[in-house]
């Protein structure tokens, strides 16, 4: 399949349920906020039955935010895999995000892209592609960035390569454009257009499989 026939099968049927189901369930709150950049965390070189254990185990900061030692053992036990680095990342990032939560606020004269890249070399451990996830998640209907994963990759042909700096970077920017442009041709949102795409991919017909432990 190729980027122009993936677009061509969208319907608006498809896309405005998709779209009203995101909406539904996008975060509220600042503590919502931080959950979804757990999700994106735990979903780094895993599967997403693995990214779900791994939420589910921390999902529930309260329980681990002021003890180092018990997230680790909740991501050990999880299965998540990579449990020593995400430790070690996890606990930065919420010791981060709950002292500095206006740092993690999209500016009033800040675009999209730069918003991203901005938190993309503040957080350690997570990417330019994870960290547009966690804002496709938290603004699933506003959000103009994409996060190119391996099947994006696939999709586009591109040799897997680092996206965070220099070249990589621009090619990232590149593709993420096209994806967007032919979105908002289709007058959806990029992250709708590719959660259709990433659950095809899945043989789903919504994303409720994983997504329902963003739910409530």
Not at 2 to 30: C, G, M, R
Not at 33 to 44: D, G, H, K, N, P
Not at 171 to 177: G, P, Q
Request: with cysteine; charged share 30%; glycine share 6%.
């Amino acid at each position: 399949m190729t980027v122009q026939h993936y677009f061509e099968s969208l319907t608006q049927p498809e896309i405005k349920t998709y779209n009203k189901y995101w909406k539904s369930v996008a975060p509220k709150t600042d503590d919502e906020v931080l959950r979804r950049w757990l999700f994106a965390y735990t979903s780094i070189h895993t599967t997403w039955e693995g990214n779900v254990r791994g939420y589910n185990a921390i999902k529930n900061f309260d329980e681990w935010i002021d003890d180092r030692d018990l997230l680790g053992v909740k991501l050990f036990e999880s299965k998540c895999g990579m449990h020593n680095k995400r430790q070690e990342y996890i606990w930065d990032f919420a010791q981060d995000f709950r002292n500095n939560v206006s740092d993690y606020k999209k500016q009033k004269n800040e675009s999209w892209v730069d918003f991203r890249n901005r938190l993309t070399k503040k957080c350690r451990g997570i990417g330019i592609a994870k960290v547009s996830f966690t804002l496709e998640m938290c603004f699933p209907d506003k959000a103009d960035v994409v996060c190119l994963d391996t099947h994006m990759i696939q999709l586009y042909n591109l040799k897997l390569q680092k996206f965070d700096g220099g070249k990589g970077k621009l090619v990232y920017e590149e593709h993420e454009n096209d994806w967007i442009s032919r979105s908002k041709a289709l007058r959806a949102s990029p992250y709708i257009a590719r959660c259709i795409f990433w659950d095809r991919k899945q043989g789903k017909c919504d994303s409720r499989y994983w997504s329902h432990v963003l739910e409530g």
